[in-house]
């Protein structure tokens, strides 16, 4: 965590005070935060952004409590985020863009954990 900027640990904070449950269903509610935070970081690529976002991600996990016992359930989870990810964002032409939302949330209710 040391190596973001104040402002992106601020962002983080916020959102493990907000979701204090955090499963695979909340990243659909956090992503779009996070894609307009990483806007701001012209110097990065699409996929240095997308690499970002599956870190955030992961952080975010570890700082908040999880359905189920954290220590069965966590791991799995961040194994699963990276492909999450990838159902999720498309990376055009070096930016981030979430695809088609209706389809988002109907893939990840199979993946519910509550």
Same mark, same amino acid.
């Given at each position: 965590?040391s !190596?973001y900027?104040?402002?992106?640990?601020e962002?983080l /904070?916020e959102?493990?005070? &907000?979701?204090?449950? +955090?499963? $695979?269903?909340d990243i @659909?509610?956090? *992503?779009?935060k *996070?894609?307009?935070h $990483?806007?701001?970081?012209?110097?990065?690529?699409g996929?240095e952004?997308k690499?970002?976002i599956i870190?955030f991600l &992961?952080y #975010? @996990?570890?700082?908040t409590? /999880?359905p /189920? !016992?954290?220590? $069965?359930?966590?791991p #799995?989870?961040?194994?699963l985020i990276?492909? @999450?990810?990838?159902?999720? #964002?498309? @990376?055009?032409?070096?930016? *981030?863009?979430?695809? !088609? &939302?209706?389809? #988002?949330?109907?893939? $990840?209710?199979? +993946?519910?954990?509550?």
């Amino acid at each position: 965590m040391s !190596n973001y900027d104040a402002k992106t640990i601020e962002m983080l /904070g916020e959102i493990v005070t &907000k979701y204090t449950e +955090f499963d $695979l269903e909340d990243i @659909v509610k956090v *992503l779009p935060k *996070l894609i307009i935070h $990483l806007k701001t970081y012209k110097e990065m690529s699409g996929l240095e952004k997308k690499d970002y976002i599956i870190d955030f991600l &992961k952080y #975010i @996990v570890d700082k908040t409590d /999880g359905p /189920g !016992n954290d220590e $069965l359930w966590d791991p #799995i989870i961040k194994r699963l985020i990276p492909g @999450v990810v990838d159902l999720l #964002i498309d @990376v055009d032409d070096g930016k *981030l863009k979430l695809k !088609n &939302k209706k389809c #988002i949330t109907k893939c $990840l209710s199979m +993946f519910s954990c509550k």
